[in-house]
């Protein structure tokens, strides 16, 4: 099964400087990404001055801490947990709040999850602080007020590889395997061995081992939850290529899974789209939760 998956992403035929270009999704638009940096923070920034998220910890270091926006009049709401991308190296849960309107206008909690950064912490750390989060979350979201049964994971890029580690069946930190009961996928990265030796690796030193370890595409699925794997239009071969094949493994492992390219989006400003009832995203992110609400009520 491995050896399918890594033909479909092609990667060993690429030269390094290839790898390069395919892996810097800012090669599609020019190499300045800085103006969606600077969205995502002015938006956040108008999110927390409409509310006030509570800050909670769910380990014992400063970054180990998700800021929770709750929404009013909802007993219990189901919780959507983003995950900041920024290639594990970049960005933080300050400037990741942007789609928190969005959700507690529909009666859905927000939870903006914070990690620790490379080189500061490696890829596993990371990984393990992710599936922490979510395993507190889980064990202990109802005195928060959430219900803990209708947790929905997502992440953008770095956080969409995150987002789907925390929802492996067999996840670490998470007794009985993890909590997750859906996972929003946008512009991942799921097989990190073609990073090795790129300039993105400088802070991560990975070896085929820690890669393979910590690549949802090497992993055991069967049991994933629903999910929707999303990407831009204006994206590299890699990236699709990496989306289309992880949306595929997880319809072989019997996953309900959606795919979806974003017209007229590229790395960046798709994610922007998970704010926004109005587009494709929005809608899919929106039904992906109700109706996993729905399913879980089937079953109480």
């Known amino acids: 099964m491995t050896a399918s998956r890594n033909r479909k992403l092609d990667w060993q035929k690429l030269s390094l400087e290839d790898r390069e270009r395919e892996y810097s999704p800012s090669s599609c638009i020019g190499g300045n990404y800085q103006p969606y940096i ?3 923070a002015d938006l956040s920034a108008a999110a927390r001055q409409s509310r006030l998220p509570a800050t909670v910890r769910y380990g014992t270091t400063e970054q180990q801490t998700f800021d929770l926006f709750m929404p009013d009049g909802v007993a219990r709401p189901p919780v959507l947990v983003f995950f900041h991308g920024g290639y594990w190296q970049e960005l933080s849960k300050e400037d ?9 206008a529909h009666g859905i909690a927000y939870a903006a999850v914070g990690y620790t950064l490379a080189p500061a912490a490696t890829l596993s750390d990371i990984v393990a602080e992710c599936r922490a989060a979510v395993g507190w979350l889980g064990r202990f979201g109802e005195a928060m007020g959430i219900d803990p049964d209708r947790l929905i994971v997502a992440g953008s890029s770095a956080g969409a590889h995150l987002a789907a580690m925390a ?5 670490p930190g998470a007794p ?4 997750v009961k859906g996972a929003v996928l946008v512009s991942g990265i799921y097989d990190l061995e073609p990073l090795i030796g790129t300039s993105i690796d400088a802070a991560l030193g990975l070896d085929p081992d820690s890669a393979a370890r910590n690549s949802p595409l090497r992993q055991p699925l069967t049991g994933f939850p629903p999910s929707l794997v ?3 239009e204006i994206e590299t071969d890699q990236f699709k290529r ?6 595929q493994a997880l319809r072989e492992a019997g996953t309900d899974c959606v795919e979806i390219e974003n017209a007229n ?8 789209d998970l704010a926004d009832s109005a587009t494709v995203l929005g809608r899919r992110v929106l039904a992906l939760i109700q109706s996993t609400t729905r399913g879980d009520r089937d079953h109480e």
């Open 242 to 247: 990496q989306s289309r094949a992880f949306a």
């Open 265 to 272: 989006r590229n790395h960046f400003d798709v994610i922007l």
């Open 176 to 179: 009985g395997g993890s909590p």
């Open 96 to 104: 990741s709040v942007f789609a928190a309107p969005q959700y507690l």
């Open 167 to 171: 929802a492996l069946p067999a996840s």
């Open 230 to 232: 999303c990407w831009g």
């Open 38 to 40: 600077r969205a995502y």
